[in-house]
């Protein structure tokens, strides 16, 4: 009898001595097995976990030289030494697709395209961001979301959230608090100081990655998805418009501690890159 008893102790010890070795492992962005298992059931649905967020941030200069909707109705007054000329506005915060989805083989740019919307009827997409019913943040709140998000002027933030949050069970206060949350966190980096001194100059993707490798110190820039748009006239993809971290969903509380981040994509920009002023 001692033997079995033995046999189950020694393979509870091999067990709990291999589960950290699997915690190390880099997640990536397109597998979410491992972040869903933490990642409490939004509304109590277990079917709305998901594995990561996508931050998505924009360079307001590079946005308003591209001539991007996503600039907001102020482009044509905004001043250089401008703070959101300075520093990263906030686009979004994106869950990945629900594990009921990814159940049903729902491919990842069909949840990109419609994010809640698919819960609706017919999976209908509003025509524009305005025709999302308004948000009534507290005046705080809304405040400084109208500084960090300028193109809330044009409803970014309504098709944000109901996009984006409504469906998981997030509520606008909060899920606006905590976004802005990550966006303080960055901008207070190193990161976004490197960017400050690089506005008016073309860098080198490397360089660019590096920064952001050294500010958040962390063992590579695989984190770090980077969008470029095309200046009127211009061949070529290469001003910065926005860039999308990718973090785990059961680590967001950590952000930005190295833990937190996660393998994403690559993004479409060229070798060299324009960081507009």
Known sequence: MRLPCLFRVLLCAVLLSVLPLFGAVPARADDSAAATAFNPAPNGKPGLRFGHYTFALLWEPG??????????????????????????????????????????????????????????????????????????????????????????????????????????GFQPAPFFTQALQLLDAVNANAFTAWMRAQRGRTVSRTALLQAFQRGFKLTSAAALELRCGRRPGARREDVLVQVWMTIRSDRLAQFPAPASFMAGRRGNCPARIFIAR
């Open 63 to 168: 946005v308003c030289l591209v001539h991007d909707e996503l600039a907001g109705p102020d482009c044509a007054t905004r001043a250089t030494a401008a703070v959101r000329s300075r520093q990263w506005s906030l686009h979004g915060l994106w869950a990945s697709t629900p594990v009921e989805l990814q159940a049903q083989r729902m491919p990842d740019p069909t949840w990109w395209r419609y994010g809640c919307y698919w819960y609706q009827p017919d999976h209908t997409i509003p025509q524009g961001a305005c025709a999302n019913a308004a948000l009534h943040l507290p005046p705080a709140l809304h405040a400084r979301l109208s500084v960090a998000m300028p193109a809330a002027a044009t409803c970014l933030d309504r098709h944000e959230y109901f996009k984006h949050a409504q469906c998981l």
